[in-house]
């Protein structure tokens, strides 16, 4: 199966391994669902993922990895407008993902912590070893 937005095979051509036969492991059962998180908290992650799920944050994400900005530097990096970023920036603000301040009149913008920072370098990592293989 392709992903179309990605252009990466998902399963290397191959089709996915499945039991021959039903047999419940019980206890393995048991002890990931006593570790596994609230409903909300799943929920939420879900949301995030949602929202580094857009090509146009992702690149703003990667800017913002590299440098803290004005909206008028990132809008030109990105080639879009003002407007259009500060919208980006506004659903990145909401997820927590970017915070920002103020010095004189302009608004500078940076990732919000170092979670954040390490979310986009792993998965960043993670695409250039698949484009390696």
Known sequence: MKDN??????NNGENIA?????HIHQDIIETVRENMPE??????????FKVLGDQTRIKIIFILFKEEM?????AELVGMTQSAISHQLR????????KF????????????DDH????????????????KR
């Open 5 to 10: 937005n990605l252009n990466i095979d998902i």
């Open 18 to 22: 499945e039991c021959e036969f039903k």
């Open 39 to 48: 409903e909300d908290i799943l929920v939420d992650l879900a949301e995030l």
């Open 70 to 74: 004005c909206v008028c530097d990132i």
């Open 91 to 98: 659903v990145l603000k909401q997820a927590r993902l970017v």
């Open 101 to 112: 301040r103020k010095e004189g009149k302009t608004v500078f913008y940076s990732l919000d």
């Open 116 to 131: 954040i920072t390490k979310i986009f370098d792993y998965g960043l990592h993670h695409i250039e070893e698949m484009y």
